[in-house]
T-cell receptor, first 114, second 116 residues
């Protein structure tokens, strides 16, 4: 069975500071990993995905994530936070296979202070 | 531009009413999903479908029902709404065959339901 752990429910950073949102996964087979962002009153939008190619994945809005198999981690980072980054962030894992489903973490709220 | 559409965006309705939340996608995806999202943000899978005439219950028990008569349409129905049904409902679709093996989902904008 696959699972995702996102420690903490809220991260607050100053504008211009580094953003680090942690995600650890559990999967019995090589996983596909995703980060989604949700702005208020919206659905989820894909930020980036890891699908067994390069371990450092670049996404939209300056975000990137690194797949570390030894640590079973897929942490999301951005060098310099912007006010518009304030949102909810979800990590998700999927196993390959035609009928595999995404399993989501509980999500993290990112606040950006002026 | 969204390829998956949910209506209504917001719905306030009285207890006991029957409601249907609409979800349509124009991508020809086989797989569709309904998630319930509590105010604390966590997503719970309540229904999914792998194609026409295929529906399954998800990880979270729900009093709602779904149907999949057409590929593009996956409505969710509550026969008798209760305040405990107040939540955000998100619809999603996927089809790795059409997206080069990409197993992620495309989400709609959600329906925020309030039962009073």
């Amino acid at each position: 069975a696959q699972s995702v752990t996102q420690l903490g429910s809220h991260v607050s950073v100053s504008e211009g500071a580094l953003v680090l949102l942690r995600c650890n996964y559990s999967s019995s087979v090589p996983p596909y990993l995703f980060w989604y962002v949700q702005y208020p009153n919206q659905g989820l939008q894909l930020l980036l995905k890891y699908t067994s190619a390069a371990t450092l994945v670049k996404g939209i809005n300056g975000f990137e994530a690194e797949f570390k198999k030894s640590e079973t981690s897929f942490h999301l980072t951005k060098p310099s936070a912007h006010m518009s980054d304030a949102a909810e962030y979800f990590c998700a894992v999927s196993e390959s296979g035609a009928n595999s489903k995404l399993t989501f973490g509980k999500g993290i709220t990112l606040s950006v202070r002026p | 531009e969204a390829d998956i559409y949910q209506t209504p965006r917001y719905l306030v309705i009285g207890t006991g009413k029957k409601i249907t939340l609409e979800c349509s996608q124009t991508m020809g995806h086989d797989k569709m999903y309904w998630y319930q999202q509590d105010p604390g943000m966590e997503l719970h899978l309540i229904h999914y479908s792998y194609g026409v005439n295929s529906t399954e219950k998800g990880d979270l028990s729900s009093e709602s029902t779904v149907s999949r008569i057409r590929t593009e349409h996956f409505p969710l129905t509550l026969e008798s709404a209760r305040p405990s049904h107040t939540s955000q409902y998100l619809c999603a679709s996927s089809d790795p065959r059409r997206t080069g093996g990409y197993y992620g989902y495309t989400f709609g904008s959600g329906t925020r339901l309030t039962v009073v």
